[in-house]
């Protein structure tokens, strides 16, 4: 079947630390990847996506690579912020008679100044 | 312009309440979708309407009624729910046409508490 593996958190990183969330899809056909940002009290921001096997997708200093032959999309950004704290989803997107999203469990990410 | 608007922001009703709850986006999109998320879980898909047309029911009881009354806007009725329906309801809108490769944008949800 499709499925998405998050690592599990919570995850609490001091500030300026380098951030990696590993992210393991499994899926039929070759999907869309995305990771979903959702702080407290809100909606789900799309953070960035990836379309096909070897595109990168950033922003806001995240970085993700679509990478076919490990079935991964590791989340990943240099130097944390306190205003990074939220909930980060990966994502994988496929047709099943209309778009459907497959989600990860969630990260939740904490930053201490 | 990717904003999706959700309202109202948060609701309370009782067992015998019959309330609504509406979507708007302006983006040209002609799919939308509803989904239910319960703390500390990921959205959980209920309804996907494309070009106006409901094309995917999760089996989600007949207490939520979808209704997409134009390509804009997106409402889900609620009737006599159960105090575990209670969670934060999301919408989303995307493109319909190769929808697999497009992002699909959410609103900031309402908050839906059933007594």
């Known amino acids: 079947g499709n499925s998405v593996t998050q690592m599990e958190g919570p995850v609490t990183l001091s500030e300026e630390a380098f951030l990696t969330i590993n992210c393991t899809y499994t899926?039929?056909?070759?999907?869309?990847l995305f990771w979903y940002v959702q702080y407290p009290g809100e909606g789900l921001q799309l953070l960035l996506k990836?379309?096909?096997?070897?595109d990168k997708g950033s922003n806001k200093g995240f970085e993700a690579t679509y990478r076919k032959e490990t079935t991964s999309f590791h989340l990943e950004k240099g130097s944390v912020q306190v205003s990074d704290s939220a909930v980060y989803f990966c994502?994988?997107?496929?047709?099943?008679?209309?778009?459907?999203?497959?989600f990860g469990q969630g990260t939740r990410l904490t930053i201490n100044p | 312009d990717t904003e999706v608007t959700q309202t109202p922001k948060h609701l309370v009703m009782g067992m015998t309440n019959k309330k609504s709850l509406k979507c708007e986006q302006h983006?040209?999109?002609?799919?939308m979708y509803w989904y239910k998320q319960k703390a500390k879980k990921p959205p959980e898909l209920m309804f996907v309407?494309?070009?106006?047309?409901?094309?995917i029911n999760e089996s989600v009881p007949s207490r939520f009624s979808p209704e997409c009354p134009n390509s804009s806007l997106l409402n889900l009725h609620l009737h006599a729910l159960q105090p575990e329906d209670s969670a934060l309801y999301l919408c989303?809108?995307?493109?319909?046409?190769?929808?697999?490769?497009?992002?699909?944008?959410f609103g900031p949800g309402t908050r839906l508490t059933v007594l």
């Open positions: 899926a039929t056909g070759y999907p869309s």
């Open positions: 309407y494309s070009y106006e047309k409901l094309s």
């Open positions: 994502a994988l997107s496929l047709i099943q008679g209309a778009q459907k999203l497959v």
């Open positions: 990836a379309t096909k096997a070897d």
């Open positions: 989303a809108s995307s493109q319909a046409r190769d929808s697999w490769k497009h992002t699909q944008y």
């Open positions: 983006m040209g999109h002609r799919a």
